[in-house]
């Protein structure tokens, strides 16, 4: 039987994000009018011919990439994080405000390194693993939040997601993680059978 989970990580507190969201509305409507107003003053036609205006130019552009800039921004006040775990495999995607989607990548579990929640020495010496790319795929920092390490094109990542228990108790079965791969809050690599089906102990993180 496969095993394909869903879940989707949501802000807690959503509220204050949607005020920004309207605020930020409230600045594109203004800075565009006046990036509007200023373009129509670059050339203006006097009794001696056209007159140019560097300084209209100048807010207009300004004014104009303030303008562009919110409204590329605003819809991360609206932003989740969709989980899919499939067979070993964590689909991860950005979806803001509903409409547009951002895939993030594909995580075999099979490439994980090391991984487990997102707190305590396994994580601290993951975080400080030289020439690694970070990757913070979450949106509340109280919420379950769990690491993985994995190379990926020869780049080694750190990866932190906010995934429920119920995928968790999947992806930390014994099908998919490597012995040792998973380690706890307290700096020990867990006891699993991992891919080579072998039984190990629990050791402590050297």
Known sequence: MD??????????????YTFLYI???VFIVLFGLIAVMHLSQ???VREDGLAFSLLALIIAVVFGGLTFLLWRRKDYCHCEYDYTFTNGI?????????????????????????CGPA??????????????KKHNWFLNRDGQLYYFFFTKNNVRHLAVVELQKEMVDV??????????????????SEFTYGISGQQRNDKALS
């Open 171 to 188: 992806i930390h079965s014994k099908k998919y993680l490597q012995s040792g791969v998973w380690v706890d809050e307290n700096g020990k």
């Open 90 to 114: 964590l689909d991860v995607s950005q979806v803001l405000n509903n409409r547009r989607r951002r895939y993030l990548t594909a995580l075999d579990m099979k490439t994980v390194t090391r």
């Open 42 to 44: 670059i050339l203006t």
């Open 119 to 132: 707190r305590g020495p396994g994580f601290q010496k993951t975080l400080q693993e030289p020439g690694i």
């Open 3 to 16: 095993d394909f989970l869903e879940t989707v990580a949501r802000r807690h507190n959503q509220g204050f």
């Open 23 to 25: 605020v930020a509305w």
